[in-house]
């Protein structure tokens, strides 16, 4: 392979540089692992229940089993169930065992509060189903779900119980949503879905067309039912550290109506203020408290059944998962009014600033704080107190000492971390106590140490608005921009409890900022709850992120999205700084390009491998143009021809212009009316990651850029390979034998993957013509290194255009390697992969690859297939840039193309010569 030149050196590792500087980021750059363990008190058995022998028979690999400790597992044992019905989901690679972190808290807290209702938990065994990349199982998991819970139910025949609780993990959530399409589903007997890092939107990678029409299936269905109105869905992302799952994925916007679904991500979820990875959604003790209580608040006092009144539990949900008030009983949330207690103590304050820490309470207290009359002010509150209703707007009538009666306000706070700290702060303006002459606090008897505080202050001394830099305004600013943060301020004012910092401009997933809080001066052991917490809101999708330290701590903030600004949308994200009085603090920002490097392989990363074969194959096709083996054979190699074809301007500005012009009403109606498919840049800019024209030949360039690394380090491989074989065929005289023994062998190893592809399994039949043309690529390497005169010219241009052969059907066993690995999986239970993706291209490929034999690569026979190419990566660029399952089909119909032209070549050829004769 010929050498590149070192300004092409120098510019694809510079990129390959800055990628794998992005994935770095992506891979480690995000908070520690916080959730706590879950832990038992006595041992877990996961009892295995009988199902119906047509149900075993129909589903011999799955399972269904009941989980238990103790006194409840022999219950179990028994079949001696009296709780409400819970079944869990496994999602891709999912085990039943999952659902002991559940089923343990549960139990316990049903123990220790004494209820008199409990839950019983349920667990499906998916055998570990890969259905997060591979959709031919999903429809069976559909079903036999929907098996399990009619199974579920008969146990529970005399105990009048009607419904079962969902909980499903990563693709169990779909699973979940998905028995709603049965045509014999019963809709009465699932009101409630609790879903965790379910990519609810569209598949990660939607790798094969079962996957896709599922999802296709489910999401129109539930985007355009009216009969589920009375089912509550709740959804849970695991925020950066679920690197499989982005936020915007596991959002039910636009699929469920808001009025019946939560959702939201673990970094903001009340009393958790956790991020997790794709697994730890399932374990982590934090978001298990959340979801434990929020399903014990859901069920109906008098029924001790699961409330089917969809409007109730939503706002339950909401109150667990979303807005947490800090209220101990959630009826106390929507507690409007109150009289005050005439005998109790009252005190009123005019000080706009006044804060009392106490180790105890002797005798409750009302707190009046008189408000200003003037405007532009606001009004924060912190405090540790336990009470539910602590928090009061009133007005005093003339002639009284105090106020009568008030309005509670204590709804309109939020809890804040840390954790166990029962801290919570209410941040009030003008508007909002417009009707009220004072606030009231009321703090109640105490022996433990209770801490509150309170300060009013001019909104422009705390409130800055902030306009952070976009792309063309940190050119503009260019160099000062690279180095130089942008100080919001320098020194935060004395006894300080609340800064707020409104980030204008800040709406790119592809933006990232570093907040920079450094303390300035601070009392050695502050008092109180010590700690600082900084809140990132963003007010779309429920993604805020809340990080907390001690108050003499600095701290370094990162400022990312999880999904962009909706078009349309009006607020801004904001940064919430709650301090510690007795500190100040030095504020800035500045951008972080290491983590817009991690954006980008983030959001970006999965539509790669696309632009990644576009460029295999317009190499292809300049190769193609220039294959000469009479004469001084010839042909580039796959180096020289990507950097002689692949150029972004080739193709990119044609598949903006196609784009755009496929957007346009007119058009876009006559493709609908043609029932053609709409192109993937119409979805991408409706998926919240900032898609932008410009960045398809960026990732053309990334892309290139592994390809080109990668490409070297094959064929240095392929040349170690290459000559041992050689050395070895050379010294034992066994080149000849070789070659007869690959001719017979390479068509019955065809004859074989055809047949496995037809009955088994297609991807058996691409494994076959991959390895095939692996040993061809060596043959021809061996030749050209051991070879002399034209032989070994030949040789060489043979295993130029065989090599990026080699890489087109990679690229096609890699996508269609989770066929393969299912079946090599699932082969104890049958020898055929039923619903295979991957059949229709395994066949074809080893039919077009024996035909290859019978007609080798002719010199100067390509004319149509280099244009055909073109046109192809044009339509991968439009169709397949998510759609990665389309991309087998291009690839098949290239190699077909070209086949086909060889053929008519040879034919041509073969005729002109006996016409000659």
């Not at 119906?52 to 269904?64: C, D």
């Not at 939020?414 to 909002?432: A, H, I, R």
């Not at 194959?617 to 190769?623: I, N, Y």
């Amino acid at each position: 392979m010929a050498a590149p030149s070192k300004v092409a050196v120098c510019l694809f590792s510079a990129l390959f540089g800055l990628f794998a500087v992005g994935v770095f980021d992506f891979l480690r750059n995000h908070e520690e692992n916080a959730c706590e363990m879950t832990w038992m008190f006595e041992y877990p058995i996961y009892e295995k229940l009988r199902l119906l022998s047509k149900v075993t028979k129909a589903f011999p690999r799955y399972g269904l089993y009941i989980y238990g400790e103790g006194e409840r597992a022999r219950r179990n044992r028994e079949l001696d169930l009296t709780g409400i019905p819970v079944l869990f989901i496994p999602g891709n690679a999912g085990s039943y065992k999952q659902v002991r972190s559940l089923g343990s808290v549960s139990l316990r807290k049903a123990m220790d509060m004494k209820k008199d209702f409990h839950f019983d938990y349920y667990s499906v065994d998916f055998d570990e189903d890969l259905s997060g990349l591979f959709g031919g199982v999903l429809n069976e998991q559909v079903e036999f779900v929907h098996q399990s819970i009619r199974h579920v139910l008969r146990l529970y025949k005399k105990k009048q119980v009607k419904s079962v609780i969902l909980v499903g993990h990563s693709m169990g959530g779909m699973v979940a949503r998905a028995l709603f399409t049965l045509p014999k589903f019963d809709r009465t007997t699932v009101h409630t879905i609790i879903t965790q890092a379910t990519p609810h939107q569209m598949p990660v990678i939607s790798i094969d067309s079962y996957l896709a029409d599922f999802y296709s299936k489910v999401n129109d269905f539930w985007s355009n039912s009216d009969n589920i109105s009375d089912v509550t869905v709740v959804t849970t992302a695991g925020s950066y550290r679920d690197r499989q799952i982005r936020h915007q994925l596991a959002m039910l916007n636009g699929i469920v109506s808001e009025d019946r679904a939560v959702s939201t991500s673990t970094s903001s979820v009340p009393l958790a203020w956790v991020s997790t990875d794709h697994l730890c959604s399932v374990w982590c003790r934090q978001m298990v408290l959340v979801t434990v209580r929020a399903l014990f608040d859901i069920v109906d006092k008098t029924t001790k059944q699961v409330e089917n009144n969809a409007h109730y539990k939503v706002r339950v949900f909401h109150h667990h998962f979303v807005d947490h008030t800090g209220v101990k009983d959630i009826d106390n949330r929507w507690l409007h009014s109150m009289l005050f207690d005439s005998k109790s103590k009252w005190e009123f304050k005019t000080e706009r600033r006044w804060r009392l820490v106490t180790p105890k309470v002797k005798t409750s207290k009302h707190i009046a704080v008189s408000l200003p009359t003037e405007q532009n002010w606001y009004m924060t509150i912190q405090t540790n107190m336990e009470l539910d209703a602590w928090l009061f707007g009133c007005i005093v009538p003339e002639g009284a000492k105090n106020c009568l009666s008030g309005d509670n306000l204590s709804s309109k706070g939020t809890l804040l971390p840390p954790l166990y700290s029962n801290k919570k702060v209410v941040s009030l303006g003008p508007e909002e106590l417009k009707d009220y002459s004072h606030v009231v606090l009321i703090l109640p008897k105490t022996y433990t140490q209770m801490e509150i505080s309170y300060e009013i202050y001019p909104t422009e001394d705390r409130h800055i608005d902030l306009q952070v830099p976009g792309f063309l305004s940190w050119l503009a600013n260019c160099p000062q921009s690279l180095v130089k943060p942008v100080q919001v301020t320098t020194e935060t004012s004395e006894r300080a409890l609340y800064y707020r910092i409104n980030l204008f401009g800040l709406e790119s997933v592809r933006q990232a900022f570093t907040l920079s809080l450094f303390m300035k001066s601070c009392q050695q052991n502050p008092d109180g709850i010590n700690a600082t917490v900084v809140k990132f809101k963003v007010p779309w999708n429920h993604e805020d992120s809340f990080t907390s330290k001690l108050a003499l701590d600095d701290m370094d903030i990162s400022l990312k999205l999880q999904s962009a600004k909706p078009d349309g949308f009006n607020g801004d994200p904001s940064i919430h700084l709650y301090l510690h009085p007795s500190c100040t603090y030095h504020i800035s920002i500045k951008t972080s390009y290491t983590e817009i490097l991690g954006q980008i392989v983030r959001f970006y990363g999965v539509l790669m491998p696309t632009f990644l074969i576009c460029n295999i194959l317009m190499a292809l096709a300049w190769q193609l143009k220039h294959f000469k083996l009479d004469g001084e054979a010839s042909c580039p190699s796959f180096l020289e021809s990507y950097g002689s074809y692949c150029q972004p301007w080739r193709t990119a500005p044609l598949v903006m212009i196609i784009s755009r012009t496929l957007r346009y009403p007119v058009v876009a109606k006559v493709v609908l009316d043609l029932g053609l498919p709409a192109d993937d840049h119409d979805a991408l800019f409706t998926r919240q990651i900032s898609w932008h024209y410009l960045l398809s030949p960026l990732l053309l360039l990334l892309s290139g850029s592994i390809l080109v690394i990668q490409s070297i380090l094959l064929d240095k491989i392929i040349w170690i390979l290459s000559s041992v074989i050689g050395f070895i065929c050379n010294r034992c005289c066994l080149s000849n034998v070789v070659q007869k023994v690959g001719s017979c062998l390479q068509y019955s190893m065809l004859l074989v993957g055809a047949y496995l592809s037809l009955k088994h399994c297609g991807s058996m039949g691409i494994l076959v013509c991959y390895m095939l043309q692996l040993c061809k690529v060596i043959k021809e390497r061996v030749t050209a290194q051991y070879g002399s005169g034209i032989e070994q010219k030949r040789s060489q241009a043979k295993y130029s255009i065989q090599f990026t052969l080699f890489l087109l059907l990679m690229a096609i066993l890699i996508i269609n390697a989770p066929s393969l690995i299912v079946w090599a999986k699932n082969i104890r239970y049958s020898l055929y992969l039923t619903t295979d993706p991957s059949t229709k291209a395994g066949i074809t490929l080893t039919l077009l690859y024996a035909i290859l034999q019978v007609f080798p690569l002719k010199s100067n026979a390509f004319h149509f297939s280099p244009r055909t190419i073109f046109v192809t990566v044009l339509l991968l660029q439009l169709y397949c840039i998510q759609s990665l399952h389309r991309v087998t089909y291009g690839l098949t119909f290239v190699l077909a193309i070209v086949t086909l032209e060889n053929m008519i070549s040879t034919y041509t050829v073969k005729t002109v010569k006996e016409k000659t004769n």
